[in-house]
Antibody, heavy 120, light 114 residues
Framework: EVQLVESGGGLVQPGGSLRLSCAGS????????MSWVRQAPGKGLEWVAK????????YYVDSVKGRFTISRDNAKNSLYLQMNSLRAEDTAVYYC?????????????WGQGTLVTVSS | DIVMTQSPDSLAVFLGERATINCKSS????????????LAWYQQKPGQPPKLLIY???TRESGVPDRFSGSGSGTDFTLTISSLQAEDVAVYYC??????????FGQGTKLEIK
């Protein structure tokens, strides 16, 4: 069974940093692109970042470029999101998602999410 | 960046009736070399992560009931629920995954029972 489990969320002050982790199991982690998607309280989904299977390709939404870094450790079946210079508008549930190997860039499995709250 | 616009923002349908949600992209998401539309539909119920329903605009994900169907090409797409069930109450999102990211989502359509 495919599972994605996020961790690392919490309360952080504006300007602070946080590192999110996502542990994958039940599939060959190194064979899939992986993504982070966020959802602010009561709002819609926002695509945040995506990383290629070997980590050589990384993409970000403009609003996080230069502040967030996506990375992965295929030996540990883990995906990460390093978030620096956090702002109030980064407050959201952050989902880790597996990119489908047959469905193009669609995300076929999602974690339950981890809540990041940026507030003083 | 490609902007995805869904309509309506909310929708109320009687049980057993048809529900139709529209999604329009600011540029075509049809890749001519393989004739595929890079468009997915997701369902999100309260307190849950999104669930993939449809990819390639019209291919149903494994396990998704056949009352869900996707159609459209280029810039205009539709998600149809042929006979609304109580468990279909959710927010529905379209997403484009054409070319270089960002792979943007629509703003969502809230589906309720009338």
């Amino acid at each position: 069974e495919v599972q994605l489990v996020e961790s690392g969320g919490g309360l952080v002050q504006p300007g602070g940093s946080l590192r999110l982790s996502c542990a994958g199991s039940g599939f060959t982690f190194s064979s899939h692109w992986m993504s982070w998607v966020r959802q602010a309280p009561g709002k819609g989904l926002e695509w945040v970042a995506k990383i290629k299977q070997d980590g050589s390709g990384k993409y970000y939404v403009d609003s996080v470029k230069g502040r967030f870094t996506i990375s992965r450790d295929n030996a540990k079946n883990s995906l990460y999101l390093q978030m620096n210079s956090l702002r109030a508008e980064d407050t959201a549930v952050y989902y880790c998602a597996r990119v489908s190997s047959s469905g193009g860039g669609s995300a076929d499995y999602w974690g339950q999410g981890t809540l990041v709250t940026v507030s003083s | 960046d490609i902007v995805m616009t869904q309509s309506p923002d909310s929708l109320a349908v009687f049980l057993g009736e048809r529900a139709t949600i529209n999604c329009k992209s600011s540029q075509s998401v049809l890749y001519s070399s393989n004739n595929k539309n890079y468009l997915a539909w997701y369902q999100q119920k309260p307190g849950q992560p999104p669930k993939l329903l449809i990819y390639w605009a019209s291919t149903r994900e494994s396990g998704v009931p056949d009352r869900f169907s996707g159609s459209g090409s280029g810039t205009d797409f539709t998600l149809t629920i042929s006979s609304l069930q109580a468990e279909d109450v959710a927010v529905y999102y379209c997403q484009q995954y054409y070319g270089t990211p960002p792979h943007t989502f629509g703003q969502g359509t809230k589906l309720e029972i009338k």
